[in-house]
């Protein structure tokens, strides 16, 4: 790390202090409410008295703080986005597909994680909230969204993406998890495979389970047995996902062929098949970058990321247009492309 | 997209009309300053008094708007972070790194992206100032920063990074964009290359122009003659990269090697590559997922876009702490990682 000061000089300062129309009032010596007319462009000021509060306001520095207009009109055309994380790319193309309908209703997008963690997930939701934001598009990690009910009673409107609400009745927009999860492992089958072994996301998550409700239902419809070790939720940390994928391998009757619960597994798994002889076939939910251009491509059940996000923030905008009704669940299909992965035949 | 309703019935309303102190205090029959006291915890109110005030906030969903608190104290324990595109890969480390380090600190992260745009990253963090953020992690998409100088004299600690702030001065935190692609360029000459194309993001761009003064200097130290055929700026959108290369590729002395300036050109190179019979050496600017997984490995110029987040973050807490001196530029090294793509030799 190199570290240059450029050369030109500026004053030493301490940040977070600021002016307020307190000290504009004092410098320009008038009282506080010809200062509010001035900075709210309200009528009754003599120009004379305008012209000083506007040199004590540039001498000063202030600037209008929002948050006094946000007191007295209550809503604050802003929308809070709660991710489960900023750096999985399955989130890029939703987060900006929200941000772009916020901004084409005037509305500013405040954002934030919850790392998959549930306590987190509703201190940032409060936090939106206290802020009074006009509305929230959740991605869910916990289950128990008890704890947003008085805030929807209080007029916060709030639909689910990706995941729906815990205990509580609320909007969502979801993919066909247990719909695209079936196609792929039916899939896998149609190519002469048997025995697949199934690698999803932690047991607790709604489209973990839907996955893997998808995956025994193609079983099941094929007349095929579900061997428990076949099976594996958890993390999607490189590493458990590794060890998992290993096992099921290794074993005595290995599996022929992998489904990946999401596009976090899928990269391990690609990684993990890179480095054996033997092919396996692999089908993994979500596309991602670049799955056409590995050897052999990877073969996935697509789901509209971006379509999800702008489904959902146009119904967060109705909601706050003034649409009433039940709250609505809108589930969006997937669509399987083959690329070589999922069309590889077992093993001889 | 199908579209069910739940079972449950739920009453139809209005979002956005929330009730305010004033109601609360009309309905427990008590002044304003008392439902005041009893919300925000502080004493001289009797325990009947405090109970009657807490029936009618449960009885009327409300709930405490931080504004108020934030006209009061001046810090709202909030800072922005204005991003070039919530959808490109490269800035979720980034972004997941800020608001670690707010998290760390007690600070929530407002989150938006002007999508290359000067004027929507002036909106935006305007927008976020109005909003009395206590300071700013800005990429920015512009040139001339003079318009946050007013906001950075009223107290907003501003910290830039990846690119620099332009005609203010202003902290900064970068990555050696320079040094980077001068290295990848010897990296490729080494191995034999005399005519070497480079394939860059927009002229303006500061870490576009830095690449390409990084690409001239290593052609100039090896005495190689650059054409102006082999240099090709523009915006990082697939078809004008894909026509650019094949413009290069297909010239009658083509290029025998790629340097390609960021993940988004990289990954339309690859794709062009991938349909060619003749190899072609590439080094791309930044690494990304499944780089090492392509055949060939894609050798990259890797930048450590944590760091970058981290490195801002922690520069912009230690302003709000009060540190003061000139604005500071601090330049994190890059790291060539070799896989294959950048280690061809020039096809005969």
Redesign the interface.
């Known amino acids: 790390?190199?570290?240059?000061?450029?050369g030109?000089?500026?004053t030493?300062?301490?940040?977070?202090?600021?002016?307020t129309m307190k000290d504009v009032a004092a410098r320009a010596g008038v009282g506080l409410k010809t200062v509010s007319r001035v900075v709210n462009g309200e009528p009754g000021v003599t120009p004379d008295t305008e012209r000083r509060v506007k040199e004590a306001i540039t001498a000063l520095?202030?600037?209008?703080?929002?948050?006094?207009r946000?007191?007295r009109k209550?809503?604050t055309a802003?929308i809070g986005l709660v991710l489960e994380?900023?750096?999985?790319?399955f989130y890029?193309?939703l987060?900006?597909a929200v941000?772009e309908v916020a901004r084409a209703h005037g509305a500013?997008?405040?954002?934030?994680?919850s790392a998959e963690d549930p306590e987190r997930e509703q201190e940032?939701v409060l936090?939106?909230?206290?802020?009074?934001v006009?509305?929230l598009v959740v991605i869910p990690a916990g289950r128990d969204h008890r704890y947003l009910a008085?805030?929807i009673?209080?007029?916060?409107?709030t639909v689910f993406v990706d995941r729906p609400a815990g205990r509580i009745?609320a909007d969502a927009v979801l993919s066909d998890s247990f719909g695209g999860a079936r196609d792929g492992v039916a899939h896998l089958i149609a190519h002469g495979h048997r025995r697949i072994g199934f690698l999803g996301d932690q047991p607790g998550i709604h489209t973990a389970e839907e996955r893997l409700r998808g995956y025994r239902t193609a079983m099941a419809e094929a007349g095929l047995p579900v061997d428990d070790a076949w099976v594996s939720l958890g993390p999607t940390d490189p590493e458990r996902v590794r060890a998992a994928a290993i096992e099921m391998l290794d074993a005595p009757e290995p599996v022929t062929a992998l489904f990946a619960g999401n596009n976090r597994v899928t990269?391990t798994v690609?990684?993990v098949l890179?480095g054996r002889p033997r092919p396996v076939a692999l089908v993994g939910f979500d596309d991602?970058?670049?799955a056409d251009?590995?050897?052999p491509g990877i073969t996935v059940i697509a789901q509209d990321s971006a379509q999800l996000g702008r489904?959902a923030a146009d119904l967060l905008f109705r909601?706050?247009d003034?649409a009433?009704?039940?709250?609505?669940?809108?589930?969006?299909?997937t669509r399987l492309i083959a690329r070589g992965s999922g069309e590889l035949t077992p093993a001889p």
Not at 12 to 19: A, C, D, V
Not at 108 to 113: A, E, K, R, V, Y
Not at 325 to 331: I, K, L, M, Q, W
């Open positions: 790390m190199t570290d240059t000061a450029p030109t000089a500026t030493s300062r301490r940040y977070g202090t600021r002016p520095g202030f600037r209008r703080n929002d948050s006094a946000i007191l209550g809503r802003s994380d900023l750096a999985d790319p890029g193309p987060s900006r941000e500013l997008l405040i954002n934030g994680s940032l936090a939106l909230c206290a802020r009074r006009d509305g008085p805030e009673a209080a007029g916060v409107a009745d990269v690609v990684r890179a991602f970058e670049l251009l590995l050897s489904t909601r706050l003034g009433g009704g039940e709250p609505r669940r809108v589930v969006l299909p």
